[in-house]
Every structure is written in C-alpha cells, then in structure tokens.
C-alpha cells in the first residue's frame, strides 16, 4: 500500500481525536468522557440537601484523577448559602473511596478552591457523626487556593474570638466560591 494514500487519514483521524478530547473537557476539568462520572452523578442526586438544593452541580473526574464539584446555578431566592456546603460534605461521604487525591471546588467552569481528599474525608465523617459545626467552621482552614497556598489559616485563642473568627471564614469561602454563579 502507498504511504502517501495513509497519511490523510491518519492526518484527519488525530486532529478528531484531539477536537473531540478537547469538547470533552470542560472549563473546570471535568472530563466528560470518562466512565467513572457515570455512577457520580447518581451519589450526588442521592445526598439528603439535593432535593433542597435550587441550582446546577456538575461533578464528575478530571484527566488527572481528581474531582470536580462544580456549582453552575444557584436560585439564591430558594437556596441559603449554607447549603451548598451541606451538599458537598454530604456528597463527600459517598466519595470516600474513589481514589481521588483532592476535589477541585469550581464555580461556572472556574476553580475556586480545592480540598484534599484526606481533609474532605474527615470533615464528611464528623459531618456525618453530627458534627456539623465543627465541619463548617474547619472547612475554610482545609482550603487550598489553585495555584497552591492555602486560602485560610487555622484559628487559636479563646473560643469567642476563634469562633467568630471561624464563621467569618465560612461566610467569607462560600462568598469567594459561589457569588459569581447566577440563577
């Protein structure tokens, strides 16, 4: 066979590959492709807060392995500012075991912060125990910004000060995350 008839082909068959590997990502790094979103989806339609919960939640894996729990609507007429937290430590207690090293927390496409899974673990089980504001007020402290350096630090000192201290960082990181996401 001519290898000048091969090329072509070849030629058009990696530019698909690369055109649809591309329309498979989306702005936050959900790979859209990837099985293992398959069954994601139905864990967080089974957490307690979704059926209150008035917006749009995407998650799903990146090509790197990690997830992605992107808010792409919130109805802040129906939806408190709370519950998005509650979703996602909710949502977290069904991820425990995928194998994923951290959680990517995007808004419309855009990656606010990130948790490990190790940190998301431990706030979902006390979350769960009944713990819940513990989790919240040490969820901002277990934050990480993209590029790297830690979105908040932890409090110390006497419990009136360290605990307004903790509500403002809750207030101020789920600002920061979902502030920009519309109805």
Sequence with gaps: MNKKKLIPPLACTAAATVLLLAAATDGAGRNRLDIRNW???????????????????????T??????FDVKTLDRSETRLIDVLHLLLQFGGKIAHTGASRVA????GREV??????????LSEQYR???????????????????????????????LGVMTGQLRD??????????????
């Design 39 to 61: 069954g994601l989806h139905d864990r967080l339609r089974s957490c307690d807060s979704f059926e209150r919960f008035s917006g749009d939640v995407q998650v799903g894996y």
């Design 63 to 68: 090509w790197t392995g990690n997830l992605v």
């Design 105 to 108: 927390m995007a808004a419309n």
């Design 170 to 183: 809750v207030t101020d990181a789920l600002r920061q995350w979902v502030d920009e996401v519309s109805s």
């Design 113 to 122: 912060f990130w948790i490990t899974m190790r940190d998301l673990d431990e």
């Design 129 to 159: 125990l009944g713990a819940r504001i513990w989790a919240f007020n040490h969820w901002p402290e277990r934050l990480w910004k993209p590029r790297g350096e830690r979105a908040y630090e932890s409090w110390s000192g006497g419990s």
